[in-house]
């Protein structure tokens, strides 16, 4: 089975813009969550989607939105770009209803830049 | 809300040394306790976690971790590290309505086999 997808890998944007990541989960997990990773804050969760619903949300102010499309991809997307959102940024996925492992399987990561 | 401390930001150790790696938290609820792994240019992976039952819970390579609710601790241990023990470990919490899904972090612990 593949793992977790994401792409891209790597992303340089200016203040201001905004950014659209994605994962793929792996084939038949339904549960898609996003961190984010920083050298000053570690990992911090942002929020999970489940068959197309956000089912629990993190402490990011509402520049920071996602989506889960019904083949359960997802997407993250930050607007209005600051300099304190580089990070690496983490799709992980798991089956979600009806599974008891309470595993996540992590991607390798978007790593965006922000200048 | 829920907090994740992990007492040691890198340990050093010789290999076939034991290793000890330290982790608190506080939650107001009863959470599940994890350990995730991350190998050097690898994404994060499930060491084990701890849902309920016996407090003693441990991993197919060799890592075992106690949960203790006195102390709300859930420290990690290994009798013998290898070379290829080397590696980011982090500690995890999750309350229990959200499956593994909504994980809060520590900062990680950097461990260094040194031969």
């Known amino acids: 089975k593949a793992g977790v997808t994401q792409t891209p890998r790597y992303l340089i944007k200016t203040r201001g813009q905004q950014v659209t990541l994605s994962c793929s989960p792996i084939?038949?997990?339904?549960?898609v969550s996003w961190y984010q990773q920083t050298p000053g804050q570690g990992l911090q969760f942002l929020f999970e989607?489940?068959?197309?619903?956000?089912?629990n949300k993190g402490n990011f102010p509402g520049r920071f939105s996602g989506r889960q499309f019904s083949n359960s991809r997802s997407e993250m997307n930050v607007s209005t770009l600051e300099l304190g959102d580089s990070a690496l940024y983490l799709c992980?996925?798991?089956?979600?209803?009806?599974?008891?492992?309470?595993?996540?399987?992590f991607g390798p990561g978007t790593r965006l830049t922000v200048t | 809300a829920q907090s994740v401390t992990q007492l040691d930001s890198q340990v050093p150790v010789f290999e076939e040394a034991p290793v000890e790696l330290r982790c608190n938290y506080s939650?107001?609820?009863?959470?599940?306790l994890f350990w995730y792994v991350q190998y050097p240019n690898q994404g994060l992976q499930l060491l084990l976690k701890y849902l309920s039952g016996s407090t003693l819970v441990e991993s197919i390579n060799g890592f075992e971790a106690e949960f203790n609710k006195s102390q709300t601790s859930f420290h990690l241990r290994k009798p013998s590290v290898h070379i290829s023990d080397t590696a980011e470990y982090f500690c995890a919490v999750s309350p229990p309505e959200a499956a593994g899904n909504k994980l809060t972090f520590g900062g990680g612990t950097r461990v260094l086999v040194k031969p």
């Open positions: 989607y489940f068959s197309e619903t956000q089912r």
């Open positions: 939650s107001s609820v009863s959470v599940y």
């Open positions: 084939s038949g997990h339904r549960s």
């Open positions: 992980a996925s798991s089956p979600g209803a009806g599974s008891y492992s309470y595993e996540q399987y």
